[in-house]
């Protein structure tokens, strides 16, 4: 079914819930289930099964989570079927590398972590509808960078961590690193740290991805 075609008159829009938390997931599961015109269709804790079982559920519209316990939640969009279905982040992130990134992918909607209900079921409809919702969290940072005001997301980096997130991405282990620029592993490790927190991201392999993406690798 397309996001256009779920939106019509009578039909019910096809959710798939993927977040590490299965508290939330339990919360999600019982706020569209109260919505007549929303159907959760499956769910995943983790980024592995939610690939295994992405082309099961058929969905419209699948709630994701950035930081899942196993990888980049952002990942799962590599696997989409076509047509894909619509996604609409789920997360506690607002930084701008992140929200750049994600919505490069192909993500049409965003929803901070702690919003209203009534917030969350708005951005699921419309891009079921083929729109595009984006919290007001984030849609001025969109706008800074489509006017060419916003700064580059390598520009929220301090020249140091630039320098170890190109070591990084060249293979060096955080010992390696230390040798070669005069400082503790720790202190790398502490600098490593600070970057994924900035970008938003959980593993060294999607910190090398986006070092490659921005030209600093």
């Known amino acids: 079914m397309s996001a256009g075609a779920a939106c019509e008159p009578g039909r019910v829009v096809r959710v798939a819930l993927v977040d590490d938390h299965a508290v939330l997931r339990d919360g999600l599961r019982a706020l569209f289930a109260a919505a007549q015109d929303l159907q959760v269709v499956g769910e995943a804790g983790s980024l592995a099964e939610a690939r295994a079982r992405l082309a099961s559920w058929g969905a419209d519209v699948i709630t994701l989570d950035l930081a899942l316990g196993d990888g980049d939640g952002l990942d799962l969009l590599t696997g989409l079927h076509a047509p894909p279905p619509a996604i609409v982040v789920l997360t506690m992130v607002d930084a701008p590398a992140t929200v750049d990134r994600a919505l490069r992918a192909g993500v049409r909607g965003w929803v901070q972590k702690g919003r209203s209900s009534e917030r969350l079921l708005a951005a699921v409809r419309a891009v079921a509808r083929g729109e595009v919702w984006l919290d007001e969290a984030v849609a001025p940072l969109v706008l800074r960078g489509y006017l060419g005001q916003g700064a580059s997301p390598v520009d929220c980096l301090t020249s140091r961590e630039r320098e170890i997130v190109a070591l990084v991405a060249a293979g060096l282990t955080s010992d390696d690193i230390g040798r ?17 927190e900035k970008l938003g991201l959980r593993t060294t392999a999607a910190l090398v991805r986006w070092a490659m993406e921005q030209g600093i690798a």
């Open 180 to 196: 070669r620029l005069g400082v503790a592993a720790k202190t790398v490790q502490n600098h490593r740290s600070r970057v994924l």
